[in-house]
């Protein structure tokens, strides 16, 4: 079992910040690999960032260059550095792990990130 506490979402004007961070509990075999995922309204869940245990990371196309996902395996935490920010990037974002092959996966609950005027 796996659970996670999320937070840094919020309501930001567009070209602002904000940072989110996840904290995971349980077995570090299923965080393997960890990331952010939104769901934007009208739109499919999307991944947006993800990073390994030993730091490979990638990210969503539209995010380069804005977004920044780092990790600390002692703590179990990921966070996702968020600049730039516009309107598109609207949605509850949430927290998510796997299993070093991928079979187990787990999701947090989100947090909800507003980009707004």
């Known amino acids: 079992q796996v659970q996670f506490v999320e937070s840094g979402g919020g309501l930001v004007q567009p070209g602002g910040s904000l940072r989110l961070s996840c904290t995971a509990s349980?077995?570090?075999?299923?965080?393997?690999?960890m990331g952010w995922s939104r769901q934007t309204p009208g739109k499919q869940r999307e991944a947006v960032a993800a990073i390994t245990y030993t730091g490979q990371t990638w990210y969503l196309e539209s995010v380069k260059g804005r977004f920044t996902i780092s990790r600390d395996n002692a703590k179990n935490s990921i966070y996702l550095q968020m600049n730039s920010l516009k309107p598109e990037d609207t949605g509850v974002y949430l927290c998510?792990?796997?299993?070093?092959?991928?079979?187990?996966?787990?999701w947090g609950q989100g947090t909800q990130v507003t980009v707004s005027s």
């Open positions: 349980g077995d570090s075999a299923s965080l393997y690999g």
């Open positions: 998510n792990s796997a299993d070093g092959l991928g079979i187990n996966t787990y």
